[in-house]
């Protein structure tokens, strides 16, 4: 009903024109299929000449179709076991651009905030910048908000720094106690999860846990959250 009523609202009288669309148009879906989405990517979705999405569950698919009938998965039959993710995100990402190159109007719908620890959507940007392609995008709620809103953590009060767990080491990235740190999909630290293969190694989390032990003392409090 919540899909239904929505969608006659915008089928109605899109504020968003396609002709004044830009040609590429990026938005963040929140990371709760589609209970996030805000009434203006609602608006473009509904206005769009193709939507491109990924990861979205049955729900999801079915109140995009009532939005837009022109819809279609951008990761179709790209998850593969054994793929070296970075090319099986670029393949994603010249799927998107190719449609945009062809006339305005393509709406790509990505997970969170569409650019929080999101290689597909960097390669879209940085692809859409290459072609000249007019760009937009809608912000999303991402794994950021919902992880302070979980810890009850204001930035604002002392600051705050965030990596991602691989990062974190790789790049020797300092910590500064003083603050809070975000340490961003800790569950694909030391995995070969760029060839599609993330399982657990043993003891796989020990050099993670001594480089923190570098700037915090051992009773540290940490949250473990997962979005």
Known sequence: M??????????????????????LTIIGAGINSFYQLTVEACDIISSGRM??????????????????????????????????????????ADKVIDEATKAPGVVFLEKGSALVCNRVTQF????????????KIIPGVSSIETLLTAT?????????QIFLAQNLILQHKKLDPS???????PGYYDTKWYVGNPYSLENR??????YLLDFYPPLTEI????T
Not at 223 to 226: E, I, P, S
């Open 124 to 135: 879209v940007i940085q692809k859409s910048h290459e072609q000249g392609l007019s760009l």
């Open 51 to 92: 939507v491109y999405f990924t990861s979205m569950d049955n729900a999801g698919i079915a109140f995009l179709k009532n939005l837009n009938p022109n819809i279609q998965p951008s990761d179709f039959e790209e998850y593969q076991l054994g793929s070296f993710r970075p090319d099986m995100y670029e393949r994603m």
């Open 152 to 160: 009850g953590c204001d930035p604002g009060e002392s600051g705050m």
């Open 223 to 226: 949250a473990l959250v997962k």
């Open 179 to 185: 603050c809070a740190v975000i340490i961003m999909q």
């Open 2 to 23: 919540l899909a239904g009523l929505i969608c006659y609202f915008f089928q109605k009288g899109a504020i968003m024109k396609q002709s004044n669309m830009h040609d």
């Open 205 to 210: 989390f020990d050099a993670l846990k001594e």
